[in-house]
């Protein structure tokens, strides 16, 4: 039974690019979050997905949109890269009714 | 932002020693979670502790959790070199709300 898996692992982007990182669930998993880490800090949420909807968002600018898709995989995109934008980008999975988040290993994204 | 505090942010022990973190978030929790981050890499749940509850165990952890004091504990016994990594709190805000908060985290190094 495959984890959360991500993609790209790595990537780097210039100012102003546009970029989208895809993940897909563990089995079972209707839910679908995604985190922003930056070097030495705890994951931010960004925004978490149930039903093909946008359930929750934190506190992140429109440039940062998703998606979650019939087999309940998703995709974040973000718009008009910043340097600041640079960091781990985690997505996490969670089964119906449990608040354990299983995580994938993240897409690491740089911004020069 | 930051809701959970983890103290200390770094901790330095010998193998089969004890290791305590502690963690203070600010609002009414649901849940608080800990989680394990080996450098660079997803997050790993250890231990969730419901709002109700005092005290958990799990192997070699124990977590505590005092509601009155807004804070928790995670207690690891017999500490291993493989130990070595970031631990972090989170706390899931009300119910039905999945999203969780983290705290920035307890970097532990176990020397052999």
């Keep these: 039974d495959a984890g959360v898996t991500q993609s790209p692992t790595h990537l780097i982007k210039t100012r102003g690019q546009q970029v989208t990182l895809r993940c897909s669930p563990k089995s079972g998993h209707d839910t679908v979050s995604w985190y922003q880490q930056a070097l030495g800090q705890g994951p931010q949420f960004i925004f978490q997905y149930y039903e093909e909807e946008e359930r929750q968002r934190g506190n992140f600018p429109d440039r940062f949109s998703g998606h979650q898709f019939p087999n309940y995989s998703s995709e974040l995109n973000v718009n008009a890269l910043l340097l600041g934008d640079s960091a781990l980008y985690l997505c996490a999975s969670s089964p119906p009714n449990t608040g354990e988040l299983f995580f994938g290993e993240g897409s690491r994204l740089t911004v020069l | ?112």
């Design chain 2, 1 to 112: 932002s930051q809701q959970g505090e983890e103290d200390p942010q770094a901790l330095s022990i010998q193998e089969g020693e004890n290791a305590t973190m502690n963690c203070s978030y600010k609002t009414s929790i649901n849940n608080l979670q800990w989680y394990r981050q080996n450098s660079g890499r997803g997050l790993v749940h250890l231990i969730l502790i419901r709002s109700n509850e005092r005290e958990k165990h799990s192997g070699r952890l124990r977590v505590t959790l005092d509601t009155s004091k807004k804070s928790s504990s995670l207690l690891i016994t017999a500490s291993r070199a493989a130990d070595t990594a970031s631990y972090f709190c989170a706390t899931e805000e009300g119910t039905g709300r999945r999203a969780l908060t983290f705290g920035s985290g307890t970097r532990l190094q176990v020397q052999p």
